[in-house]
C-alpha cells in the first residue's frame, strides 16, 4: 500500500489529471507543499486570513520563499494580511474589500457535486491545482476537505481566471 506522500509524487510524475482528496491537515501540507515545489512560473493562493497557522509553518515559508516566482495571495477576509506580508516577502498579497459583494466561485466541469462550489483554493501555473470544500470553521486534524490535481489544465484555468476576476472586481 503506496503511502500518501507516494502517491502525490506518483501523480505529478505521471502528470496525471486524478483527482486527490485531502482529508487531514498532514495530507493539505503534503499537497500544497507539492504544488509550491512544482511551480515554475506563479502561485494563486485565494485562502482565509484565519488560515494563517497553517502557511506559517516553517516548511511551507521556506519552500515558497525559496522560489523565483509570481505569488499572488488574496485573502477573503483581510484578517492577518500583516503576517502574510511578513512571512511572504516576495508575495503580491491583496484583501477583498469591505464593500464587496457576496460572490461565489463554481466549476462546472467537476463531476464530484460536493466540490462545484469553490471555498478556497490554490493554483500553481495554471495546471495543477488544490481546492477547499466549503466547511465550517476546522475544529480537528478531520475537518479539512480538499480535493487536488496534479495537472489539469481546465480546472487550473477556471481557478487561475477566477483568481484574476476577484483580483480585478473585488480588491482594492
Request: proline share 2%; charged share 35%.
Amino acid at each position: 500500500m503506496e503511502t500518501y506522500e507516494e502517491l502525490v509524487n506518483k501523480n505529478f510524475k505521471e502528470k496525471s489529471p486524478a483527482l486527490i482528496y485531502n482529508r487531514t491537515k498532514d495530507h493539505a501540507k503534503t499537497l500544497v507543499l507539492k504544488l509550491i515545489k512544482e511551480a515554475s512560473k506563479e502561485i494563486k493562493l485565494y485562502t482565509s486570513g484565519k488560515d494563517f497557522e497553517f502557511y506559517d509553518d516553517e516548511e511551507i515559508k521556506s519552500t515558497l520563499g525559496d522560489k523565483n516566482i509570481s505569488i499572488k495571495i488574496i485573502l477573503d477576509d483581510g484578517e492577518n494580511i500583516e503576517d502574510y506580508s511578513r512571512i511572504f516577502k516576495n508575495a503580491d498579497i491583496f484583501s477583498i474589500r469591505d464593500d464587496a459583494d457576496n460572490f461565489f466561485i463554481f466549476l462546472p466541469t467537476v463531476d464530484d457535486e460536493d466540490y462545484k462550489k469553490v471555498n478556497h483554493f490554490l493554483v500553481s501555473d495554471a495546471k495543477s491545482f488544490r481546492i477547499e470544500k466549503t466547511h465550517k470553521p476546522v475544529r480537528n486534524d478531520t475537518d479539512v476537505f480538499a480535493v487536488a490535481s496534479a495537472y489539469n489544465t481546465e480546472i487550473s484555468g477556471v481557478l487561475s481566471d477566477a483568481f484574476d476576476k476577484i483580483h480585478n472586481a473585488y480588491c482594492s
